[in-house]
């Protein structure tokens, strides 16, 4: 107890000696040396001074040799060091001799040296150009070998602390510094461990260091382990050139690594775990562009002895996606080969290109890096192999392949045409091919409308080994409105509708097609440069053409497209009448037109008129055939024909009919200009009739002009030149010639029909000769002719009969009704050229006529007046004087005929039935006075009325004052007479004559006969 009192005591007091400063130790100091010096051989270390030294509480209490010396056997100084720490074996002293421990270095300057042949060692660092290393070596060495006797057979570590450790790579001219390093160097029992901790910064990121080694002193190999915390190799490789293959790697790392020396210090095996924070990586070798690390772990084992990388495990999230790789990799001499599999997800497709190897093909990266906007790979499996020969070019076959699965996908085929949005599909990669299968997308344009579906899209880059421009080769199934897909052919490099001035919005139907296109990855593509064909269908397409004027309709087209022109075959309508069309285009036109358009079909007459907006003379229907050309949907000019074979026609006008199954043809050219379509020339052939010509219709077919250089149809030979306006309802013109059968115009000349939607007809008429009934002729025929609602209005002819004989028609219209006046001096020609009556020769004609205008139908009342005319055939007449047994007119009649002295008749016309009464002709033979009707415009008669025989007799009685009054019966009845009746068929009539009246005087035939005059 005693003892251990005074132990305490003295260390007591030593402690509080120590707190105002060390204690020298000088009479050990030679002691202290000379145990140093019998394990260093020829080196030489002196103290300047031995000190007991307490630092604090936490640190105790040590000895410490102060301005320690190192000298090689010349006296020369080759380190020096400020202090050295020394802790001595308790045991020993207690035995009563001083065996050191340990050996603290404290606070020195160390470098570590990799030199240019790659051989590293460390060395303190006191003065410049001493070799240090073999200081330290010999301390190491000291605890390696453990020697049996001499100063330090009892020394287990050596500690260096509070160092600062500069690592110089001599290979590349640049250094790197670590603070605070501690390194403690122990003995082992298989032979040397060390343990080092320290920090370095660079830039304004403090990274941690922790490394234990040891070292197998029979195998000269050693094990490590090291951790690395917060790490950033592109700031480290601006400090050390060593690790100047870190450079873009600018993100925090945490290594941990376990490594497998040989004896020369040669890493052998590594097993390494790596945690990546966030940062980027540009590596211009490795990625194409940024890469965005959020966080990633890295797993995986280096054998150098087999050459070979294992990744056990590789997990980043970058960019938004998580790769993850597994597989290994073999280092074969100065190469590296690969063999890792790969699973990548939610990969966006603008940041493909940024993780796509720079030595896979760059100009495919750089195509999709342009063209594939938009969109995410969901999950890509694949396995990436490369040989250790591999250096550069395009990469070998085989050397990667992988599935994939998209949405979403934004995709420019060929710009600046609008994108394929909304992709969601499938495909497969490998280091020469691209082959996406696209199962849905569609084309849009929000701003108008357009929406165009896609299905079964097929997409294929080949060929991306190969250093040249290479295909992409799409097929695809588009369905869509025909606007639509023609509004996107507006853009380059197609640019159909440009070409063809086509609006878009104007056109109408749907359409679905199949299309297979192929064209090199070029950043600017020409139209030439792409290599098509589409084989579709078009519905329900709509069009309006020719200004607007003419529309195409109801189409229903097989379509056919390829990069030299485009085909299409269907039924159509255009301007409303249906056809078999064909359409060719040319891409390239050289000086030709590039379109040509035909039209073949036949058209029935109702469509006609409603495409046409009049009534056509005939029935059946029309085979049409039209060959056009222009470019797209602008025609230019083309010929056509129409044949009237299945046509009915009946003209009556020209007095030409064309039975059912008779050929007619009408052969044109025809040029497109400006409003209108303009046919130079056509050339009407058919049975007894030829038309030759020129005509303008507008756009909407309505004809503008027609001008008739040659009409040949039996007794027609003339010219017309017309204008038509108003839709065509409204023409004005001439029409002349050498000769015309006004037959049919005179038939229809007082024909009233309903009121309604008709012609208005004004024409100036000129004819060498005219045609009328019974043969007659009229010569130098002119005048005007006007018609409204294609009812007689306005006319004004005049015309020789024969050569002496005048004839002279003309009216004067009012707002409400039309006077009408016809003189001739032959009345006989007059009545027979109108076909009223064939008896009668000679005589003056007067005729006044009003035509009301009525709301539906036109009235026409009037008046004749005929004077010195003879009556010789006329056989309603001529039975009644047979069967009334008057033999001596009817001889008359049937040899000069019978004379008269005047005839008057007023009328009323109203649709086609002849109202007369008061009748009355008057000659030296006969009275005549009829009331009644012509019915079926005068081919049935309902004639009631009293021939009076011997008329001057009766005449001469009548004459006496108040008796022949009584006895006649009036001013225009006789002392005799006749009464008759005629009915049925004008040619033919049934006549019934009462016998019984010819002795009933005329005053008592006034009474009983109904009220006459």
Same mark, same amino acid.
Not at 658 to 682: C, M, R, W, Y
């Given at each position: 107890?005693?003892?251990?009192?005074?132990?305490?005591?003295?260390?007591?007091?030593?402690?509080?000696?120590?707190?105002?400063?060390?204690?020298?130790?000088?009479?050990?100091?030679?002691?202290?040396?000379?145990?140093?010096?019998?394990?260093?051989?020829?080196?030489?270390? =002196?103290?300047?001074?031995?000190?007991?030294?307490?630092?604090?509480?936490?640190?105790?209490?040590?000895?410490?040799?102060?301005?320690?010396?190192?000298?090689?056997?010349?006296?020369? =100084?080759?380190?020096?060091?400020?202090?050295?720490?020394?802790?001595?074996?308790?045991?020993?002293?207690?035995?009563?001799?001083?065996?050191?421990? &340990?050996?603290?270095?404290? #606070?020195?300057?160390?470098?570590?040296?990799?030199?240019?042949?790659?051989?590293?060692?460390?060395? %303190?660092?006191?003065?410049?150009?001493?070799?240090?290393?073999?200081?330290?070596?010999?301390?190491?060495?000291?605890?390696?070998?453990?020697?049996?006797?001499?100063?330090?057979?009892? !020394? +287990?570590?050596?500690?260096?602390?509070?160092?600062?450790?500069?690592?110089?790579?001599?290979?590349?001219?640049?250094?790197?510094?670590?603070?605070?390093?501690?390194?403690?160097?122990?003995?082992?029992?298989?032979?040397?461990?060390?343990?080092?901790?320290?920090?370095?910064?660079?830039?304004?990121?403090?990274?941690?260091?922790?490394?234990?080694?040891?070292?197998?002193?029979?195998?000269?190999?050693?094990?490590?382990?090291?951790?690395?915390?917060?790490?950033?190799?592109?700031?480290?490789?601006?400090?050390?050139?060593?690790?100047?293959? @870190?450079?873009?790697?600018?993100?925090?790392?945490?290594?941990?690594?376990?490594?497998?020396?040989?004896?020369?210090?040669?890493?052998?095996?590594?097993?390494?775990?790596?945690?990546?924070?966030?940062?980027?990586?540009?590596?211009?070798?490795?990625?194409?562009?940024?890469?965005?690390?959020?966080?990633?772990?890295?797993?995986?084992?280096?054998?150098?002895?087999?050459?070979?990388?294992?990744?056990?495990?590789?997990?980043?999230?970058?960019?938004?996606?998580?790769?993850?790789?597994?597989?290994?990799?073999?280092?074969?001499? *100065?190469?590296?080969?690969?063999?890792?599999?790969?699973?990548?997800?939610?990969?966006?497709?603008?940041?493909?290109?940024?993780?796509?190897?720079? &030595?896979?093909?760059?100009?495919?990266?750089?195509?999709? *890096?342009?063209?594939?906007?938009?969109?995410?790979?969901?999950?890509?499996?694949?396995?990436?192999?490369?040989?250790?020969?591999?250096?550069?070019?395009?990469?070998?076959?085989?050397?990667?392949?992988?599935?994939?699965?998209? *949405?979403?996908?934004?995709?420019?085929?060929?710009?600046?045409? %609008? %994108?394929?949005?909304?992709?969601?599909?499938?495909?497969?990669?490998?280091?020469?091919?691209? $082959?996406?299968?696209?199962?849905?997308?569609?084309?849009?344009?929000?701003?108008?409308?357009?929406?165009?579906?896609?299905?079964?899209?097929?997409?294929?880059?080949?060929?991306?080994?190969?250093?040249?421009?290479?295909?992409?080769?799409?097929?695809?199934?588009?369905?869509?409105?025909?606007?639509?897909?023609?509004?996107?052919?507006?853009?380059?490099?197609?640019?159909?509708?440009?070409?063809?001035?086509? $609006?878009?919005?104007?056109?109408?139907?749907?359409?679905?097609?199949?299309?297979?296109? +192929?064209?090199?990855?070029?950043?600017?593509?020409?139209?030439?440069?792409?290599?098509?064909?589409?084989?579709?269908?078009?519905?329900?397409?709509?069009?309006?053409?020719?200004?607007?004027?003419?529309?195409?309709?109801?189409?229903?087209?097989?379509?056919?497209? $390829? &990069?030299?022109?485009?085909?299409?075959?269907?039924?159509?309508?255009?301007?409303?009448?249906?056809?078999?069309?064909?359409?060719?285009?040319?891409?390239?036109?050289?000086?030709?037109?590039?379109?040509?358009?035909? @039209?073949?079909?036949?058209?029935?007459?109702?469509?006609?008129?409603?495409?046409?907006?009049?009534?056509?003379?005939?029935?059946?229907?029309?085979?049409?055939?039209? #060959?056009?050309?222009? #470019?797209? @949907?602008?025609?230019?000019?083309?010929?056509?024909?129409?044949?009237?074979?299945?046509?009915?026609?009946?003209? %009556?006008?020209?007095?030409?009919?064309?039975?059912?199954?008779?050929?007619?043809?009408?052969?044109?050219?025809?040029?497109?200009?400006?409003?209108?379509?303009?046919?130079?020339?056509?050339?009407?052939?058919?049975?007894?009739?030829?038309?030759?010509?020129?005509?303008?219709?507008?756009?909407?077919?309505?004809?503008?002009?027609?001008?008739?250089?040659?009409? !040949?149809?039996?007794?027609?030979?003339?010219?017309?030149?017309?204008?038509?306006?108003?839709?065509?309802?409204?023409?004005?013109?001439?029409?002349?010639?050498?000769?015309?059968?006004?037959?049919?115009?005179?038939?229809?000349?007082?024909?009233?029909?309903?009121?309604?939607?008709?012609?208005?007809?004004?024409?100036?008429?000129?004819?060498?000769?005219?045609?009328?009934?019974?043969?007659?002729?009229?010569?130098?025929?002119?005048?005007?002719?006007?018609?409204?609602?294609?009812?007689? +209005?306005?006319?004004?002819?005049?015309?020789?009969?024969?050569?002496?004989?005048?004839?002279?028609?003309?009216?004067?219209?009012?707002?409400?009704?039309?006077?009408?006046?016809?003189?001739?001096?032959?009345?006989?020609?007059?009545?027979?050229? @109108?076909?009223?009556?064939?008896?009668?020769?000679?005589?003056?004609?007067?005729?006044?006529?009003?035509?009301?205008?009525?709301?539906?139908?036109?009235?026409?009342?009037?008046?004749?007046?005929?004077?010195?005319?003879?009556?010789?055939?006329?056989?309603?007449?001529?039975?009644?004087?047979?069967?009334?047994?008057?033999?001596?007119?009817?001889?008359?009649?049937?040899?000069?005929?019978?004379?008269?002295?005047?005839?008057?008749?007023?009328?009323?016309?109203?649709?086609?039935?002849?109202?007369?009464?008061?009748?009355?002709?008057?000659?030296?033979?006969?009275?005549?006075?009829?009331?009644?009707?012509?019915?079926? #415009?005068?081919?049935?008669?309902?004639?009631?009325?009293?021939?009076?025989?011997?008329?001057?007799?009766?005449?001469?009685?009548?004459?006496?004052?108040?008796?022949?009054?009584?006895?006649?019966?009036?001013?225009?009845?006789?002392?005799?007479?006749?009464?008759?009746?005629?009915?049925?068929?004008?040619?033919?009539?049934?006549? $019934?004559?009462?016998?019984?009246?010819?002795?009933?005087?005329?005053?008592?035939?006034?009474?009983?006969?109904?009220?006459?005059?």
């Amino acid at each position: 107890m005693i003892l251990l009192g005074i132990i305490v005591g003295v260390v007591a007091v030593t402690a509080m000696a120590l707190m105002f400063g060390p204690i020298s130790l000088s009479p050990l100091k030679p002691t202290v040396e000379g145990v140093l010096n019998r394990n260093f051989g020829d080196t030489t270390i =002196q103290f300047e001074d031995l000190v007991l030294n307490w630092d604090s509480w936490d640190d105790g209490i040590d000895i410490r040799a102060l301005g320690v010396a190192v000298q090689n056997p010349n006296g020369e =100084q080759i380190a020096y060091l400020s202090q050295i720490a020394i802790g001595f074996e308790t045991s020993a002293v207690v035995d009563g001799r001083l065996a050191p421990e &340990s050996l603290t270095i404290i #606070n020195p300057d160390l470098r570590l040296l990799r030199r240019e042949d790659g051989s590293m060692g460390f060395a %303190p660092v006191a003065t410049g150009g001493a070799n240090y290393e073999a200081v330290l070596a010999q301390i190491v060495q000291l605890l390696v070998d453990k020697p049996a006797g001499g100063g330090l057979d009892r !020394l +287990r570590e050596v500690r260096v602390v509070d160092a600062t450790l500069t690592i110089d790579d001599l290979a590349y001219a640049s250094d790197w510094t670590i603070e605070d390093v501690h390194l403690v160097f122990a003995k082992a029992e298989a032979g040397l461990s060390v343990q080092l901790r320290g920090a370095f910064t660079a830039e304004s990121r403090t990274s941690h260091i922790d490394l234990a080694l040891l070292y197998d002193k029979e195998s000269g190999r050693s094990a490590v382990d090291v951790d690395i915390q917060d790490l950033t190799p592109s700031d480290l490789h601006r400090d050390f050139g060593f690790w100047q293959q @870190l450079h873009g790697l600018e993100l925090p790392v945490s290594l941990s690594a376990s490594l497998q020396t040989t004896p020369s210090f040669d890493v052998e095996d590594v097993s390494f775990e790596i945690k990546v924070g966030d940062g980027t990586i540009l590596r211009p070798k490795v990625f194409a562009d940024r890469l965005r690390v959020v966080r990633g772990h890295i797993m995986g084992n280096l054998d150098r002895s087999e050459g070979k990388l294992t990744l056990s495990r590789i997990n980043l999230l970058a960019n938004g996606a998580s790769f993850d790789i597994s597989g290994h990799i073999m280092l074969e001499g *100065e190469g590296v080969a690969y063999d890792a599999d790969i699973v990548i997800q939610n990969l966006t497709f603008p940041n493909v290109a940024r993780v796509w190897p720079v &030595s896979f093909k760059p100009f495919s990266r750089g195509w999709i *890096e342009r063209n594939i906007t938009g969109g995410t790979i969901n999950r890509l499996e694949g396995q990436f192999g490369l040989g250790a020969d591999y250096e550069t070019g395009p990469l070998p076959d085989g050397t990667f392949t992988a599935a994939f699965d998209f *949405e979403g996908m934004e995709a420019h085929y060929l710009r600046p045409m %609008p %994108p394929v949005i909304d992709g969601t599909g499938q495909g497969t990669f490998t280091e020469k091919t691209l $082959d996406v299968l696209v199962k849905t997308a569609r084309i849009a344009d929000a701003e108008t409308g357009m929406n165009i579906d896609l299905t079964n899209s097929h997409v294929l880059l080949d060929n991306l080994n190969v250093e040249r421009v290479h295909d992409a080769v799409i097929s695809t199934d588009i369905a869509g409105q025909i606007s639509d897909l023609v509004y996107i052919t507006t853009f380059e490099p197609l640019k159909f509708v440009k070409e063809y001035s086509i $609006d878009p919005a104007e056109l109408g139907g749907a359409g679905e097609a199949h299309l297979e296109v +192929r064209f090199p990855l070029l950043q600017k593509l020409l139209f030439r440069d792409v290599d098509m064909e589409i084989n579709g269908k078009i519905t329900d397409f709509y069009a309006a053409i020719l200004e607007g004027r003419t529309e195409i309709s109801e189409g229903d087209l097989d379509l056919f497209i $390829d &990069s030299h022109h485009l085909e299409t075959a269907g039924s159509v309508k255009v301007g409303g009448l249906a056809f078999q069309a064909t359409w060719s285009e040319k891409f390239v036109r050289g000086d030709s037109f590039g379109s040509i358009v035909t @039209l073949n079909g036949p058209s029935t007459v109702p469509a006609l008129e409603e495409a046409m907006g009049f009534d056509i003379p005939f029935t059946g229907s029309v085979d049409i055939s039209l #060959n056009l050309r222009g #470019n797209g @949907l602008n025609i230019v000019e083309g010929d056509g024909k129409l044949g009237f074979a299945q046509s009915d026609i009946h003209i %009556p006008l020209l007095t030409w009919e064309k039975p059912l199954g008779q050929s007619t043809n009408l052969t044109f050219n025809l040029v497109v200009e400006e409003g209108h379509i303009a046919i130079p020339d056509f050339d009407l052939l058919g049975e007894a009739l030829t038309a030759k010509g020129q005509a303008i219709f507008g756009f909407d077919l309505i004809p503008q002009q027609i001008e008739v250089h040659e009409l !040949l149809v039996n007794a027609n030979n003339l010219t017309t030149d017309l204008d038509f306006s108003d839709g065509g309802s409204s023409i004005s013109g001439r029409i002349g010639g050498a000769s015309m059968d006004v037959r049919p115009v005179i038939d229809t000349l007082f024909d009233e029909g309903e009121a309604g939607e008709g012609f208005d007809i004004e024409v100036d008429v000129s004819f060498n000769e005219v045609l009328a009934h019974e043969g007659t002729r009229l010569q130098d025929f002119v005048g005007l002719l006007r018609l409204e609602n294609s009812a007689l +209005r306005d006319i004004h002819m005049s015309g020789l009969i024969g050569s002496k004989h005048s004839f002279f028609v003309s009216s004067i219209p009012y707002p409400e009704e039309t006077e009408v006046e016809l003189l001739s001096d032959n009345a006989g020609y007059v009545v027979r050229a @109108l076909g009223v009556f064939d008896g009668a020769e000679g005589g003056d004609v007067r005729l006044n006529a009003r035509t009301r205008v009525a709301v539906e139908k036109d009235i026409t009342t009037g008046r004749v007046r005929i004077r010195d005319f003879t009556v010789g055939n006329a056989p309603g007449l001529a039975q009644v004087l047979n069967v009334a047994s008057i033999t001596g007119l009817r001889d008359i009649m049937s040899g000069g005929g019978i004379s008269f002295d005047t005839f008057e008749l007023g009328f009323r016309l109203e649709s086609g039935l002849l109202t007369f009464n008061d009748a009355v002709a008057l000659g030296p033979s006969i009275g005549l006075r009829m009331d009644g009707e012509l019915r079926n #415009n005068f081919e049935q008669i309902d004639v009631s009325g009293t021939i009076i025989p011997a008329y001057t007799i009766n005449t001469i009685i009548r004459s006496v004052p108040i008796v022949g009054d009584i006895i006649t019966g009036g001013a225009q009845d006789g002392f005799l007479g006749i009464d008759f009746t005629m009915t049925g068929s004008t040619d033919n009539p049934e006549v $019934d004559v009462d016998t019984a009246s010819i002795l009933t005087p005329g005053f008592i035939k006034g009474i009983f006969g109904g009220g006459r005059n």
